[in-house]
Nanobody, 124 residues
Framework: QVQLVESGGGLVQPGGSLRLSCAASGSIESIDAMGWYRQAPGKQRELVAYITTGGTTNYADSVKGRFTISRDHAKNTVYLQMNSLKPEDTAVYYC??????????????????WGQGTQVTVSS
């Protein structure tokens, strides 16, 4: 069974940076793609970015040019570098294992395929 462990959230001032990490372990051989989602209070879950095994990346319009998703195969870890953070980036961020086909990312919704979530708060 796969396990995802996130780290790196916290409180940062507007304009600051944070890097989130998501370490995968267990049955990870068949991972097709991984993504980062976020959910703010009272709002719907939003796909922030994803990366495929082939290296294809994609970002939500709201974070393009500010966030970068990357991965370290040796460490089985996916990162989300977040720069120029804004108050509207405040949310709980979750990493996810998904599938990539027809040029789209599809989250696997079952329990093992989500991290525990990490809070990001952007405030002065």
């Amino acid at each position: 069974q796969v396990q995802l462990v996130e780290s790196g959230g916290g409180l940062v001032q507007p304009g600051g940076s944070l890097r989130l990490s998501c370490a995968a372990s267990g049955s990870i051989e068949s991972i097709d793609a991984m993504g980062w989602y976020r959910q703010a209070p009272g709002k719907q879950r939003e796909l922030v970015a994803y990366i495929t095994t082939g290296g294809t990346t994609n970002y939500a319009d709201s974070v393009k040019g500010r966030f970068t998703i990357s991965r370290d195969h040796a460490k089985n870890t996916v990162y989300l570098q977040m720069n120029s953070l804004k108050p509207e980036d405040t949310a709980v961020y979750y990493c996810n294992i998904g599938e990539y086909y027809s040029d789209n990312y599809y989250a696997l919704e079952e329990y093992p395929y989500w991290g525990q979530g990490t809070q990001v708060t952007v405030s002065s």
